[in-house]
């Protein structure tokens, strides 16, 4: 059970479909970061943008990128949409936290069961195969999607933060993330930052359902589920760190992966509650470091 | 044995020292002038003392009590009142039922003493309404009871937020800006009542700026200054000292 | 007239829940989705008791409220320990995650749910004694839930939420409060449960899903939160509706998201236009 092959399988299958875990992880974190809210309508947007690159790929019969597109517009359109009209309208009425909670959940459900009613709960995928290429590498089967997921996720991630750390707007999400006020003082709208950071986030959605529709099925509930992932991986990284959700979200998909060789699979659903628990119980700051691996990795 | 001792007490926030070596003591029955610029660490030192900051190194005594370790509701069964710089009167409340949020032990805290021990708890309640009727009277707002703090005037809110704290029956008081922004009567009132408090055995510790208070009430007073005690002593040394001058004002007046 | 009763006794068991849900969210300001399944812990740990171990019906019945409320704990505690936030994460958590872990336990019936549970009542009257037993409980759970929010424990209540670092600087332990009364309105869902599960008979993990909690969770909002009628009549108006729409006869796979669509659309209606609901006051600032 333990033989070295077979844990580098597991090993690597881990990381590459940590791909769109991490790419969900860093669009929760983004806007929890900037706007300092639990975005729960995540889940709805990528049940929208899946079910929209859906129609467009398998339905349809549009090209790939025609299909992609559509699903990017919409998930950019619908958290535009939802910022704008939702979290800004209870916002400027200074409605309670519990408010702005209420609606992003709610939100989330409503969506999930727009999409049940639209899609019914047969599992959909976005190609018709989701078999691709297979090369063996020192015994261990490496997949093309396995390298495309990898050079997406991590061609983005980096854009991100060279996004974040070097241009204006990247650093107006900062101020804002740090002091909304004090930013507002200095003349960046706070309104636009949130609203920039909510469109970031929609364009890693759209690319993480994308990848995971085209390895895996999705359902109209699944989102949510997902969408605890992200969450927990936020938790774990440390609020207010776009790098530590990411990290975290690798190493939860590790977790997850290995978790097969100890425990029944009856109980593998289960996994992903456990482990928020935990989270919760004892890391709820986000995972500490060692203080010498924290100076490697400082810099956020 | 003095009522507070705050001993090589230490506080940091990230790379910001807002406290450092604090060494003070709190007497009974005296009323002490806590002085100096904004952002000196008068407030950050309530907060330590109330509990809502832990130190980073240090103690802080009541009695022969250490307090670093306990909850701020902790201590403040243990006698330690204060008041805020913003008012902070629950403005849902009424004047009387904020009053009644006041004391040590509240009567109706746990949810079920109320069905055990219905008669014990309507005692205390019923006590606890005097107390705050009498308090009220005291201050000379006795009309005041079921009105809204946000209907009455700055001066009568400050004085309902002192009010509140001599519901604590404690024998520690932290007085944060009592007088600013008071005027008139409720300035007289609150005087008298500062100067009975202490008078009755408390131990009164005051952040001002207003000189004339602290000359009036406090016997000592202590001055600090980006975090750390520069001088302590009594009010007229303190007055008169060109480093207090040189530190408050830039300079000599 | 059994239909008729079968409604009633549902407008009663999400009177108590209603009700109860308001407690923790309306009046303690604790967000949870995870009511349901402490709705769904009454009613299994009651129909186990009773029908594995023997106990007697209204025994069983204070067993598996006592048990929601114990296990209320198990996830108030933790999560508030580190902030109101975290307790709407850990409740999702729970609330999707238990079902998870009921699906499994063999003991408990698996996916295939829990059958044969004892009826309360036996006989030609059965649903009518039932129907008054749980409305006298839910009127009797209303009075106490107003009762405990009216007067001193709800003063305490009400400066907490004004602003919870006066509270705790004046002598109040506000996790207390917070523990308290999500256990007390846990634990009465654990009772809205067992007496759910002594009359319909048979359980299953699907009862107690995510659209239930949407479901409660628009009667409290379209009700009032924080008033005392509000859930009352949100439970009367949301046990109804849905039954009005039983009667255009739709297919089950379509019925369920449209009723999911119903609730939570109500409440973002009422979110936006209303937040106070049809029976509360002007929302506080």
């Not at chain 1, 593998?268 to 509650?273: C, F, I, K, N, P």
């Not at chain 2, 610029?37 to 907060?47: I, Q, R, V, Y």
């Not at chain 2, 307090?67 to 913003?86: D, E």
């Not at chain 3, 109860?20 to 709705?39: D, E, K, R, T």
Request: proline content about 4%.
């Amino acid at each position: 059970m333990f033989d070295l092959p077979i844990l580098l399988q597991i090993g690597w299958t881990a990381v590459a479909t940590s791909a769109y875990y991490v790419l969900f992880a860093i669009a929760f974190a983004l806007t929890l970061k900037v706007a300092q809210v639990w975005n729960f309508v995540q889940a709805g947007v990528m049940g929208l943008a899946f079910y929209a690159m859906w129609l467009a790929m398998i339905r349809w019969q549009w090209p790939h990128a025609a299909g992609f597109a559509l699903g990017l517009a919409v998930a950019v359109v619908v958290s535009a949409a939802v910022e704008a009209w939702g979290f800004r309208v209870l916002r400027q009425r200074n409605s309670s936290s519990l408010m702005l909670f209420i609606f992003a959940i709610v939100l989330a459900e409503f969506i999930s069961y727009l999409l049940t009613l639209a899609f019914g709960t047969e599992p959909e995928t976005l190609t018709k195969s989701i078999v691709s290429e297979v090369h063996l590498v020192g015994g261990v089967a490496i997949t093309n999607w396995d390298l495309r997921a990898l050079a997406i996720t991590i061609a983005m991630s980096l854009a991100l933060f060279a996004y974040l750390r070097f241009t204006r707007n990247g650093q107006f999400l900062y101020a804002v993330a740090d002091n909304g006020p004090l930013a507002e003082l200095y003349g960046i709208s706070a309104n636009r930052a949130y609203l920039l950071a909510m469109v970031i986030s929609a364009v890693f959605v759209a690319a993480g359902v994308y990848l995971y529709g085209t390895r895996a099925s999705m359902i109209p509930t699944q989102p949510l589920e997902l969408m605890l992932f992200a969450v927990i991986a936020t938790i774990l990284g440390g609020i207010g760190s776009i790098h530590g959700a990411a990290l975290a979200a690798v190493f939860l998909s590790l977790l997850q992966s290995a978790s097969i060789l100890v425990i029944p699979s009856a109980w593998q659903g289960s996994l992903t509650y456990f482990v928020l628990f935990i989270v919760i119980l004892f890391f709820p700051t986000g995972f500490r470091f060692p203080a010498w691996l924290r100076r490697v990795t400082r810099g956020r | 044995m003095s009522a507070v001792r705050v001993v090589d007490v230490h506080k940091h926030f990230g790379g910001i020292v807002v406290a450092e070596n604090i060494n003070l003591e709190l007497h009974a029955g005296e009323i002490l002038g806590l002085i100096g610029p904004n952002g000196a660490g008068k407030t950050t030192l309530f907060n330590l003392i109330s509990g809502i900051h832990a130190p980073d190194h240090g103690e802080i005594w009541l009695g022969d009590q250490a307090l670093s370790k306990l909850p701020v509701y902790r201590r403040a069964r243990l006698g330690v009142a204060r008041t805020w710089q913003h008012i902070r009167l629950f403005p849902t409340l009424s004047v009387i039922d904020n009053l009644l949020m006041g004391p040590r032990d509240y009567p109706g805290e746990a949810l079920f003493s109320g069905i055990f021990r219905l008669g014990a708890r309507r005692a205390a309640a019923a006590a606890a309404r005097e107390r705050a009727m009498a308090i009220l009277a005291r201050i000379g707002l006795p009309d005041s009871a079921d009105k809204l703090p946000g209907e009455l005037p700055f001066g009568q809110q400050k004085l309902i937020g002192l009010a509140r704290t001599l519901m604590n029956d404690g024998n520690v008081l932290l007085l944060d800006e009592p007088m600013a922004g008071v005027e008139g009567q409720a300035y007289e009132t609150m005087q008298q009542v500062v100067r009975d408090e202490a008078a009755a055995g408390r131990a009164v510790c005051v952040v001002e700026h207003n000189v004339s208070f602290i000359r009036d009430l406090c016997t000592r007073a202590v001055f600090m200054f980006n975090g750390c005690v520069e001088q302590s002593g009594t009010v007229e040394e303190l007055l008169a000292s060109d480093k207090l001058a040189e530190l408050y004002f830039g300079g000599k007046k | 007239m059994e239909y008729i009763l079968s409604v009633l006794i549902l407008i009663g068991i999400y009177t108590i829940l209603a009700s109860s849900f308001n407690l923790i969210i309306g009046f303690g300001g604790l967000i949870s989705v995870a009511h349901p399944i402490f709705f769904a812990l009454g009613a299994y740990a009651s129909g186990l008791a009773n029908l594995h171990f023997g106990v007697p019906i209204p025994a069983a019945i204070m067993l598996g409220s006592l048990f929601a409320a114990l296990m209320s704990v198990a996830l108030s505690l933790p999560s508030l320990r580190v902030s109101g936030d975290y307790l709407l994460i850990a409740s999702i958590g729970f609330q999707l995650g238990f079902l998870e872990v009921i699906k499994n336990i063999e003991f408990a019936g698996g996916a295939g749910g829990l059958s044969n549970i004892a009826s309360m009542y036996a006989g030609p009257y059965r649903s009518l004694a039932f129907a008054i037993t749980i409305l006298v409980i839910a009127a009797l759970v209303v009075a106490l839930v107003h009762w405990l929010t009216h007067g001193d424990y709800g003063r305490a209540i009400q400066a907490m939420r004004d602003d919870e670092e006066c509270f705790t600087s004046l002598g109040r332990n506000p996790m207390a409060i917070k523990i308290t009364i999500f256990a007390f309105g846990s634990g009465l869902a654990g009772l809205a449960g067992a007496l759910y599960a002594h009359y319909f008979q048979y359980l299953t993990p699907e009862q107690f899903g995510i659209v239930q909690s949407s479901l409660i969770l628009t009667m409290v909002v379209v009700g009032g939160m924080g008033t005392t009628i509000g859930p009352v009549v949100g439970a009367l108006l949301l046990t109804a509706l849905p039954q009005a729409i039983t009667f255009l006869n739709l297919p089950s796979s379509v019925m369920a998201p449209l009723q999911g669509m119903l609730y939570t659309s109500l409440v973002l209606v009422f979110l936006f236009t209303r937040p106070a609901g049809l029976f509360g006051k002007p929302v506080r600032q």
